[in-house]
């Protein structure tokens, strides 16, 4: 089968789409013997509500940038199912995957023994580990699906664990008790290992989880490792080794990227693979690309910001280029979300950057139509000049108003962004 033809059967095969748990998955795993050894020399997970794809990315890039090899492992993809495997900074091919898949499906079947059903997510970890062992890599970095006590890439054990935000997001699936939450994302940490927590406002049980499964290095943000704002393009940051030392790195160019996320990769990178240099971490943070992460085409600023949190970065962001002297005459918002998603909480945030607002119906099961943004608009006093049932509508929509809007962002989904990426590339053909 081709990858596609293997992507729509495993979207299928399981009764639901999230199934947490590890007993499944251990059982096929040992059977692959994926659990003999592990993925790497060094495997870094990471957790948390936002921050968790720049986060790993960093990671990456700074051990590549020290001559490591690495692989990530991260979801959703934007446009490609391709995007969620890397090896030493390239997406992985379709006959690597369906190669692993079918070894996967071999095992799941093996005769003789239970038949055993997987999720799509857990097929697609499974998939990404055997990829990584063969290859043979120094480093390893896992992005966490859904929670992470439960989640399939859970399964393998981290060097370094890191816990980004926690918010309420996910609560048919976490609960809304914030330290609940706290606990299930805590629990990828490992004893004796080192634990990275990459807020000063996290819930009290994500360090009360770290100290009761005795890791071995606690480090938290504005506490053992700090950073600077970027002033005229730079910031620094200092933190401390896995001895204990002070270690500092100077003069870091502007990722472009949540600064807390940067250093908390950059701590996390010292405690699995450093000592690191100041050079070569610039160099890193210097080469990032991270598509729908306050992405520039043109006028367009594509962001996957879908919930609260993730908004309220965004609008820091619009207001720090105004401070900056970039105040445009008109910003509109093309807003598609999906319906497990806090609509009110993003529009809140994001009005007071926003001139007026283009909304769109997303398609399948789990889409919001359009009507629901629109009511959500006009309670936080937005103004809604058109819902459209496609991005693709939104998009020329936007192009065709009068006067033309300065900045257009597009935000909300995934697939919101997926879509428009899509849109502007046909448009460049």
């Given amino acids: 089968m081709t990858l596609d033809q293997w992507l729509t059967l495993l979207g299928r095969q399981h009764p639901v789409a999230i199934d947490l748990g590890l007993e499944r998955l251990a059982t096929v795993a040992e059977r692959l013997s994926l659990t003999d050894r592990p993925l790497a020399r060094y495997v870094v997970t990471v957790a948390g509500t936002n921050g968790k794809g720049s986060t790993v990315a960093m990671v990456d890039a700074i051990a590549r940038a020290h001559g490591l090899s690495s692989g990530t492992y991260s979801s959703p993809h934007l446009r490609r199912y391709n995007e969620r495997v890397t090896v030493n900074g390239q997406y992985v091919t379709d006959d690597q995957l369906v ?30 580990a055997l990829i990584f062992q063969e290859a043979a890599l120094d480093v390893v970095v896992l992005e966490v699906g859904l929670g992470g006590r439960l989640d399939a890439v859970n399964i393998f054990d981290a060097d370094v664990g890191v816990v980004t935000t926690i918010g309420i997001d996910h609560v048919e699936y976490l609960g809304s008790d914030i330290n609940a939450i706290g606990r299930e994302k805590a629990g990828i940490f490992r004893r004796g290992a080192g634990a ?36 005229d393009g730079r910031w620094s940051w200092s933190g401390h080794d896995v001895e204990g030392n002070g270690v500092e790195l100077l003069a870091l160019p502007d990722p472009h990227l949540p600064l807390d996320n940067a250093a908390s990769a950059i701590q ?51 207001k720090a280029r105004e401070r900056q002297g970039t ?15 806090d609509p009110d909480g993003v529009i809140e945030q994001l009005q007071s950057v926003i001139s007026e607002w283009i909304v769109v119906s997303l398609a399948g099961d789990r889409a919001r139509d359009a009507d629901t943004l629109v009511a959500a608009v006009e309670r936080h006093g937005g103004r809604v000049l058109a819902r ?23 935000c909300g989904s995934f697939l919101t962004v997926a879509a428009a990426l899509d849109y502007l590339d046909a448009q460049s053909e």
């Fill in 99 to 128: 190669a692993a898949f079918e070894r996967i499906e071999a095992a799941r079947t093996q005769p003789g023994l239970p038949n055993v059903s997987l999720t799509y997510f857990e097929v697609g970890t499974l998939a990404a």
């Fill in 196 to 231: 990275v927590l990459g807020s000063s406002d996290l819930p009290a049980s994500v360090r009360e989880v770290a100290e009761h499964c005795g890791v071995g290095t606690l480090r938290q943000l504005g506490e053992s490792f700090t950073r600077t704002d970027v002033v």
């Fill in 268 to 318: 996390a990178a010292w405690l699995a693979f450093g000592p690191l240099s100041a050079e070569r971490v610039s160099r890193a943070l210097s080469s990032l690309d991270m598509p729908g992460r306050l992405q520039w085409k043109g006028p367009w600023c594509l962001d996957v910001s879908h919930n609260p949190h993730a908004a309220a970065y965004v609008a820091r962001y619009f």
């Fill in 327 to 341: 105040v445009p005459a008109r910003r509109i918002a093309v807003l598609g979300m999906l319906g497990d998603k």
């Fill in 388 to 410: 459209c049932d496609t991005v693709d509508q939104a998009m020329h929509y936007c192009e065709t108003l009068q006067p033309y809007a300065e900045e257009r962002l597009v």
